[in-house]
Every structure is written in structure tokens, then in C-alpha cells.
């Protein structure tokens, strides 16, 4: 489970610093998602590549969300990019005081674990009949769910005239259709927070998110433990059983955290295909930038940037570095002077 420090909302200038806060919050989360996503060796692993891929889809949507929020208030919404390993965005720990450490892992139990560990509901995860379980943590900070409940909480306070109708809002006609939807005051922002938080975390006592999907945590569970979370005739209603199919094996030997590599020892097509992840990675924050900040035609660029990284990626899982038995995946960048540097 992961805290955020806790910071009082005293002016509407705080909770946009906190919105601020969220969007590189959901935009961090994407990194360590795909990479894992992007190790799988193409033509395995489908339930668990489709688990992975629908969780990161959310998370742009939530990021998308938040935008749209904090542009119907009035500001400008700003992205960011964390370095990795490093922490995540807000003072988020793991329950202690120092910070939680985000790593850069191909898919394996240790990726899932990581993942879940970041989307661990509220009150710890249910703990459904298994062999094993996660032992839930005792929260001494603000978690995710209480952070967004305490942004509702005021956002329920502001007057009608303190929110922008149609401010730059992100809608669904280019990209995630059905999923986005625009923010023109409390009633959409507090829909927003719902959506966010279920599909994250899940009901208190129960598994599944407000559309009667497996919420974010339990997805990566079913992969972590090989098995598929099913109603069942117990007091919970729910238990792991059968098997999803997980082949741990069936991955590229990617090295974990790239972008502490040093690629500049490897041959000049592995620095390549790395120099062309980081183009992909820098256009897409950079499109999604000016999509979120009403800049409606970029959305689509960041979509294409978006499928031009997952192809650089898929290229440099394939092109050996230095250790011919190891590969590289995406370092996730962000280097807007690259071409420059190419010329030096």
C-alpha cells in the first residue's frame, strides 16, 4: 500500500496543487506498466497482457480526468515525468517514512508485486481464500482513496461560479471512446473521483470496480498468483481459483531499471533503438502536454506517439546490448533535445 503526506485544503489553490499532484501521480504509474507489458515475448501470455494493458488504458484515462478537473477550475493542468528507479510524485512512501521505489521491471512476480503494492485499496486487500497472501499494511498516512476522498470533500464546497464550463476539457473523440468525459463542475469532478478510485482500488469489501469489473490491484493479483478471482459460495463471495496461464518464462531478458543503463558501453544499434524509444516517449508527453491544455488535434498525435513507442519498444527487446544475452526495453526519457544531442 502506498501514502501520500497529508496536506490541508485551506483555497482552491491547494486543491489544484494536489490535482497537479494526481496527474503525475496517474502518469508515473505508466512507465513501470508498460515495460512490463512490452517484455512479454509476442504470442503469450494473453490473459495476463490484456490485464496489464486494460490497467494502463485506465490509468490514461484517469490522468485525462484529473486534466480535465483542474481545467474546469480555471488552470492549466502541467505533466511530468519521474525518473526511474525513483519515487513516485507526493511524498508517497510504503507506509513508512522513507520513499516508495519505483523500479523499471519486466514482467515477472517481482513487476506484479510492485504493481500491487501501488494499487492496494484503502483498507488493505480482501483477504480471499488463497494459499498465500499479501499481509495488509496499517496506513499511517493519507492513502490514495482518502486523498481523492478528501479532494471531493472540497470540491463539494465550491460555488457554481467558481467553475469553468467547457475549460479545455478532454473528451472521447479521438482516443478512449466511452471513457473520457468532460468536467463542468462538481457533479462531473466528483464522477471523475469515483470512477478513479473504484477502478483503482475496488469496493471496500468488494473486488470489483462501479462498472462490475476486477479493480486494478486484484488484476494484478490474478497474474501474481496464476489464478482468477471468482464468486464463490464463502463469506467473502469470493476466491482465487483455476489458473490464468502465466508463463513467467515466456519474456525478453530485459534488464530492469534502463534508465540507470549506461547504453553509451553498448553497440550502436542497441544506443539506437534506445534513442528511438526516447524520441516516441518525448513526443508523446510532449503531445499530451498541449492535449491536456486544450490543444484537442494533439490527443491524436500523442495516440500515434503512443504506438510508436510500443513498436521502438518492441525493436529494442530484440537488438542485444553489451552482455549479448541481455536486452533493453524502453528507458522512458524525457530528452526534447535529442536530435540536437544526435548532432554533437
Not at 505533466?79 to 528507479?85: F, S
Not at 482500488?201 to 490474478?222: A, I, M, N
Not at 513526443?283 to 500515434?304: C, F, H, M, P, W
Amino acid at each position: 500500500m502506498i501514502y501520500l503526506k497529508f496536506k490541508r485544503i485551506e483555497k482552491i489553490e491547494d486543491a489544484i496543487d494536489l490535482l497537479q499532484m494526481a496527474i503525475k501521480l496517474e502518469f508515473s504509474t505508466l512507465p513501470p506498466y508498460l515495460y512490463a507489458l512490452y517484455s512479454i515475448r509476442p504470442g503469450t501470455n494473453a490473459e495476463a497482457s490484456g490485464r496489464i494493458r486494460s490497467v494502463a488504458m485506465q490509468e490514461m484515462v484517469h490522468m485525462c480526468l484529473a486534466c480535465n478537473i483542474i481545467n474546469a477550475l480555471g488552470t492549466d493542468p502541467a505533466l511530468a515525468v519521474p525518473t526511474y528507479p525513483g519515487p513516485l510524485p507526493g511524498g508517497i512512501t510504503g507506509g513508512g517514512e522513507e520513499p516508495l521505489i519505483i523500479h523499471i521491471l519486466p514482467f515477472s512476480k517481482d513487476a506484479m508485486a510492485q504493481a500491487m503494492a501501488i494499487e492496494e485499496p484503502e483498507e488493505g486487500a480482501v483477504p480471499f481464500p488463497h494459499v498465500k497472501l499479501l499481509a495488509a499494511a496499517e496506513p499511517t498516512f493519507m492513502t490514495i482513496g482518502q486523498f481523492y476522498g478528501y479532494l471531493d470533500s472540497y470540491l463539494k464546497t465550491l460555488l457554481p461560479s467558481q467553475w469553468s464550463n467547457g475549460r479545455k476539457q478532454i473528451d472521447d473523440r479521438q482516443f478512449l471512446q466511452g471513457e473520457v468525459f468532460a468536467v463542468n463542475g462538481y457533479d462531473d469532478a466528483h464522477n471523475a473521483i469515483v470512477r478513479i478510485v473504484s477502478e483503482g482500488e475496488g469496493h471496500k469489501k468488494d473486488p470489483l470496480d462501479f462498472r462490475g469489473e476486477v479493480s486494478h490491484y486484484y488484476r494484478f493479483g490474478e497474474i501474481f498468483y496464476d489464478q482468477v478471482l471468482t464468486k464463490a459460495d464463502n463469506s467473502l463471495g469470493y476466491a482465487w481459483t483455476g489458473t490464468l496461464g502465466v508463463d513467467w518464462n515466456a519474456v525478453y531478458p530485459a534488464i530492469a531499471d534502463p534508465g540507470s543503463h549506461d547504453f553509451s558501453k553498448d553497440p550502436p544499434a542497441a544506443q539506437k533503438a534506445q534513442d528511438q524509444c526516447d524520441e516516441a516517449f518525448t513526443r508523446l508527453v510532449q503531445e499530451l502536454q498541449k492535449a491536456v491544455t486544450g490543444d484537442v488535434g494533439s490527443l491524436g498525435n500523442a495516440v500515434r506517439a503512443m504506438f510508436d513507442l510500443r513498436m521502438a519498444a518492441k525493436h529494442a527487446l530484440t537488438v542485444p546490448l553489451a552482455v549479448p544475452t541481455q536486452v533493453a526495453g524502453p528507458s522512458f526519457r524525457y530528452r526534447p533535445n535529442l536530435k540536437k544531442e544526435a548532432v554533437q
